[in-house]
C-alpha cells in the first residue's frame, strides 16, 4: 500500500498536472468573485465561507478523472486488481494520493484566501479544521464517481454531473462550519456532522468505488 | 408466483399483455373522476381561494417522484444481487417517468408559489430536496446513456443508484440544517387522526391513486420497449456477425 502511494505520489508530481494545476484554479475561483460582486468588503466577508468551500470543492474536481484514467489506458489497473492487495485499499491509496496532492494543498493555501476575501477573524482556524475534516471526503467520492466514469471516452463532464451532488452534505456542514465561526456563533455542531459524514464516506466509500472498478474492468 | 418467473421477457411481455389495457384504463377512470371532482367540485379554500386546488397535481406528483426512486433503488438492488434482467431495464424504465414527476411537482409548486408565498422559488429545505433529487436523476439517466455495454451499464447505475440513495436520503436532512423551511407541513399521513378536510381529501386520494397506476402503466410499457429494444439491438449485432 505504502509502495502504491509513493507511486502514485510520485507519478503526480513529476507529471506536474494535479498538484499547482487545482491550487491555480482555486486561487482564480476566488479572484473571479470580487468581479462579479463588486469589491465591499462588507459583502465579501459575508460570502466568503460558502466561495472558499465552493473554490475547494471546483478544484478538487478538476483532478478526478486523472484518478484511475491513465492507469486504465495503460493497463496497470488490471495489474493492481489482480494483485493480492484487496481492490478496495487500492482505491482507498487512491483517494489518500489525490487528497495529499489536492485537497492538502487547499487546506493550507485556503487561509491566504480568505484574506482576499476579507473573512472575520475567527473564522481562518475553523476553515482550516473544516476543509481538513472534509476534503478527504471529497476525494473518496471522487474516486467513486471516476470509477463509475473509467470506461467511457470523455467521462469529464458525467463526473462532474454525477459526483457533484454527492458533494452537497460534506459542503453544506463544511460551509455552515466556517460561516458559524465568521458569524462569532460556536461551530461545533456542523464541525462534528461534517466529521461524521466525512468518516462514513472514508469507511464506505472504497467498497462502492471498488465495486464500480470492478464492473468497469470486467 | 414469483417475481424470478419475470425474469424471463417473454412472460413479462406476456403477463404485461394482459395487464397493461386494464392498469391504463383504470389509470384514466382515476385521473378523471380525481382531477375533475378536484377542480370543478371541490370549494374554494378560504384562505387560498382557487389557487388550493393545484394540489392535485402537486401532491400526487411529489409522491410519485420519490417512490420511483424508491423503486429504481429496489430493481436495483435485485438486479445486482441476482442478475434479474428485467428489473435492471424496469430501473431504467422508470427514470424518465420519476425525472418528470419531480419536474411537474417543481413547477406546480412554483406557480402556487408565486401568488401564495410571492416568489417562483424559494431556498426551503423541501423545495431544495426536490431540486438535488432531480439532479440525482439526471446523473443517473445520464450514465445509462454514457455506456454501451447494456450489462456495464446496468451494473454501474444500479451502483451509483444505491450510493445515490444514501446521499440523498443524507442530503435532505443535510438541507433541513441548513435552512429552516417555508413550506407547510405534510398534508398526508398514516399517523395523523386529522388530515386536510375531507372535501379535498377524497378527490385527492383519487388523484393520488390516479398518479400511481399513471406510473405503473409507463413503467410497465417502458419496460416492454426496453425488452424490445434490447431484442432489436440483439438481433442486429446477430445479423452483423452472420
Redesign the interface.
Known amino acids: 500500500m505504502i509502495a502504491l502511494l509513493r507511486r502514485d505520489l510520485a507519478l503526480a508530481f513529476r507529471s506536474g498536472g494535479g498538484f499547482g494545476l487545482s491550487l491555480a484554479f482555486f486561487l482564480i475561483v476566488v479572484t473571479l468573485v470580487p468581479f462579479g460582486v463588486g469589491p465591499e468588503t462588507g459583502t465579501l466577508a459575508v460570502i466568503a465561507p460558502g466561495i472558499l468551500w465552493v473554490g475547494a470543492l471546483l478544484a478538487c474536481l478538476l483532478s478526478l478523472d486523472r484518478i484511475f484514467q491513465l492507469d486504465y489506458e495503460d493497463g496497470s489497473l488490471d495489474l493492481l486488481a489482480t494483485a493480492p492487495l484487496p481492490l478496495e485499499g487500492i482505491v482507498a491509496v487512491k483517494g489518500v494520493a489525490h487528497w495529499l496532492v489536492t485537497g492538502l494543498p487547499l487546506t493550507l493555501a485556503a487561509p491566504v484566501l480568505g484574506l482576499l476575501l476579507s473573512l472575520p477573524g475567527p473564522a481562518y482556524g475553523w476553515l482550516m479544521v473544516s476543509l481538513l475534516a472534509g476534503t478527504p471526503a471529497l476525494s473518496f467520492l471522487g474516486t467513486f464517481g471516476a470509477a463509475l466514469t473509467v470506461g467511457l471516452k470523455r467521462g469529464g463532464l458525467l463526473l462532474s454531473l454525477l459526483v457533484l451532488p454527492l458533494y452537497i452534505p460534506t459542503l453544506i456542514f463544511g460551509a455552515e462550519t466556517v460561516r458559524r465561526a465568521a458569524e462569532g456563533l460556536s461551530p461545533a455542531t456542523p464541525a462534528l456532522l461534517l466529521t461524521g459524514v466525512s468518516a462514513a464516506v472514508l469507511a464506505l466509500i472504497p467498497y462502492a468505488a471498488a465495486a464500480a472498478v470492478r464492473i468497469n474492468l470486467k | 408466483m414469483s417475481i424470478w418467473e419475470y425474469a424471463n421477457p417473454v412472460r413479462f411481455i406476456q403477463t404485461t399483455d394482459r395487464i397493461l389495457p386494464w392498469v391504463t384504463g383504470a389509470t384514466v377512470v382515476a385521473l378523471i373522476v380525481g382531477l375533475f371532482w378536484g377542480f370543478f367540485l371541490t370549494p374554494d379554500d378560504y384562505r387560498q381561494g382557487s389557487t388550493v386546488k393545484i394540489i392535485y397535481l402537486h401532491v400526487p406528483s411529489a409522491l410519485m417522484a420519490i417512490n420511483a426512486w424508491l423503486m429504481m433503488l429496489v430493481t436495483s438492488i435485485i438486479w445486482i444481487v441476482r442478475r434479474h434482467h428485467v428489473s435492471a431495464l424496469a430501473a431504467k424504465a422508470a427514470a424518465p417517468v420519476g425525472v418528470t414527476m419531480t419536474l411537474i411537482a417543481l413547477l406546480t409548486g412554483a406557480i402556487w408559489g408565486q401568488p401564495m408565498w410571492g416568489t417562483w422559488w424559494a431556498w426551503d429545505p423541501r423545495l431544495t430536496s426536490f431540486l ?1 433529487l432531480f ?2 436523476y ?2 443517473y439517466m ?2 445509462w446513456s ?2 454501451e455495454n447494456p450489462d ?1 451499464a446496468a ?2 447505475t444500479s ?2 443508484c ?3 440513495s444514501v ?1 440523498a436520503v ?2 435532505r436532512y ?2 433541513n ?2 435552512n429552516q423551511g417555508l413550506h407547510q407541513g405534510a398534508t398526508l399521513s398514516l399517523d395523523k387522526e386529522e388530515n386536510i378536510a375531507d372535501v379535498f381529501y377524497y378527490p385527492l386520494l383519487f388523484c393520488i391513486a390516479g398518479f400511481v397506476l399513471l406510473f405503473v402503466a409507463l413503467v410497465l410499457l417502458r419496460t416492454r420497449t426496453e425488452i424490445r429494444a434490447r431484442r432489436i439491438s440483439a438481433l442486429l449485432a446477430r445479423e452483423a456477425r452472420a
Open positions: 438535488i439532479i440525482f439526471l446523473g445520464a450514465l454514457a455506456i456495464t451494473d454501474l451502483v451509483l444505491i450510493v445515490g446521499f443524507l442530503s443535510a438541507v440544517f441548513w
